[in-house]
């Protein structure tokens, strides 16, 4: 008989970030048991300045996966106070009926459990911390790639997408007055723009086309039109094609589009979003900020999972 584990999804915030911790709670769990089925409470998200993180759960499946909406008996309540320095006490908890509770350790820092953080906790999961690295890693990538978009979501990629080059601009409130480590000045949005748009150039001589989706849609017309008017072609999403009745819809279709290119270009300093997709379709991400404050780049602690 499979094991039967319980995660309560802490992560209030986008599809990426969202993602992110709940493939590091079923990597906790495929390492207890390959066959185990992983039970996850989904949170209702919070409504942000550019987006609201809500995306109907009918959308996507995750092999090895369900959605529970209440946590079973005896789980450990946990708080939903956002934290950048809160830590939970205990990765792996027996819950009355049966079911053992996964904890991540962060506790509220959103999209933060890479497989190398996995691993220093390997303890603290009750695992086996003599474990190698690589089979972290080997277990987060395969919950990534078991990551698959229902039919309704399915049928709203854009028939032509095999092949693209995806391309995501993430402007929002990532475009800041004062910069941070996954937020952008205006002046290094300007350097970051002119550098996707040369790489882009290269994309047009070659004549590949381009998938492009964006937070900000007055920016994306713009951009189309000097794509196409360098010569490229841009391939769009269709609105009127996600399912009206499923929340987060528009979204989903394009992660799940993100995720079939042939490579994904991040228009922006950091996005979670375009790199969970570049991991459930394990293609190279394409991302052009350097950092210069020797703290080191916010994409470096997800090198190890990420393709090419």
Aim: with cysteine.
């Amino acid at each position: 008989m499979s094991t039967i584990f319980f995660h309560d999804l802490q992560c209030r915030s986008g599809l990426g970030d969202r993602l992110l911790d709940l493939w590091a709670a079923r990597t906790i769990a495929t390492l207890h048991d390959p066959q185990s089925l992983l039970c996850v409470r989904w949170h209702a998200g919070r409504h942000f300045a550019s987006f609201v993180g809500d995306y109907g759960t009918d959308g996507f499946a995750i092999a090895g996966c369900t959605f529970v909406p209440a946590p079973p008996a005896g789980a450990v309540a946990l708080s939903d106070h956002f934290s950048h320095v809160a830590l939970n006490e205990r990765g792996l908890v027996q819950l009355p009926g049966g079911p053992r509770q996964i904890v991540l350790r962060a506790g509220m820092i959103w999209g933060n459990s890479p497989p190398e953080r996995l691993h220093a906790d390997l303890a603290f999961h009750a695992l086996d911390p003599a474990m190698p690295l690589a089979c972290v890693i080997a277990a987060y990538r395969d919950a990534a790639s078991r990551t698959q978009p229902a039919p309704s979501i399915l049928s709203a990629i854009p028939n032509s997408i095999d092949g693209c080059i995806g391309l995501h601009v993430r402007l929002g409130d990532k475009l800041v007055t004062d910069e941070t480590a996954i937020d952008m000045g205006e002046t290094t949005w300007r350097a970051l723009e002119a550098q996707a748009l040369a790489y882009l150039e290269g994309c047009i001589a070659w004549r590949r086309p381009i998938f492009v989706c964006s937070d900000d849609a007055a920016y994306r017309a713009r951009l189309v039109a000097h794509l196409q008017a360098r010569g490229g072609t841009a391939v769009l999403p269709d609105p009127g094609q996600a399912p009206c009745g499923l929340v987060g819809a528009p979204a989903l279709a394009d992660f799940f589009a993100l995720a079939r290119c042939s490579a994904i270009v991040q228009m922006t300093k950091y996005s979670t979003f375009s790199l969970a997709a570049a991991l459930a379709g394990r293609v190279p991400l394409v991302n052009f900020f350097q950092d210069r404050t020797g703290r080191g780049h916010r994409l470096d602690i997800w090198r190890s999972a990420l393709a090419g």
